[in-house]
Each structure stands twice: as structure tokens, then as C-alpha cells.
């Protein structure tokens, strides 16, 4: 029986040929799992404050297409379905904790 250690704080999930059993607790992310780029968190933040990815773009100075891939990148990185879904993770778990009233 082969046991390794998976993404979801405290799970472990135990791999016997053909078949697979999950225990664990609920996916819970902290800041050590959750590795954004300098870049990625500058954009998050822009974004959790309501900017568009093309006033994002224009206040970075890159490409909107670059937003929208750096904001792709944090939602697969957060295992979100949406940017709506992204900035509600994001808040909750306390990841932006410091935001600016604009």
C-alpha cells in the first residue's frame, strides 16, 4: 500500500492498484501554499478593488491581455471558478488583508 501526503491540509490519500481512498478535511490554503508572483499580487489587489483588467493594464503599464493571464493564473492557483468566486477566497482567507479605500 502506497500513502502520500496531497494538497488538502491534513489529507492523505492512500493509492492500492485500481482503486483510490480519500480522507481529509475540506481544501484549506495559507500563505505558504499559496505562491503568487509579485506581479500577480499587485494585479489581485487592483482587481479585488473593482478596476477593470483594462484600467489595470493602463495603470501597470502591460498589455490587458497580461492581466487577464496574471488574474487566470491566481484563480487556478486558488482553485476558484471565477474572479467574482477569486475575490471572495481572497478576502475570506484574509490573503488581502491590507486594501486601501480608493
Not at 54 to 78: D, M, Q, Y
Request: some cysteine; hydrophobic content about 45%; aromatic content about 4%.
Amino acid at each position: 500500500m502506497l500513502m502520500r501526503r496531497s494538497r488538502a491540509v491534513g489529507a492523505i490519500t492512500i493509492l492500492i492498484p485500481h482503486i483510490t481512498i480519500y480522507w481529509g478535511v475540506t481544501m484549506a490554503y495559507s500563505s505558504d501554499l499559496l505562491h503568487l508572483t509579485a506581479r500577480e499580487e499587485e494585479v489581485l489587489r487592483l482587481v479585488a478593488r473593482g478596476r477593470s483588467a483594462r484600467a489595470v493594464a493602463s495603470e501597470l503599464n502591460i498589455a490587458p491581455c497580461t492581466v487577464e493571464r496574471h488574474i487566470e493564473n491566481v484563480r487556478l492557483k486558488t482553485r476558484t471558478r471565477n474572479r467574482a468566486h477569486m475575490i471572495a477566497v481572497v478576502m475570506r482567507d484574509g490573503w488581502l488583508t491590507s486594501l486601501p479605500v480608493v
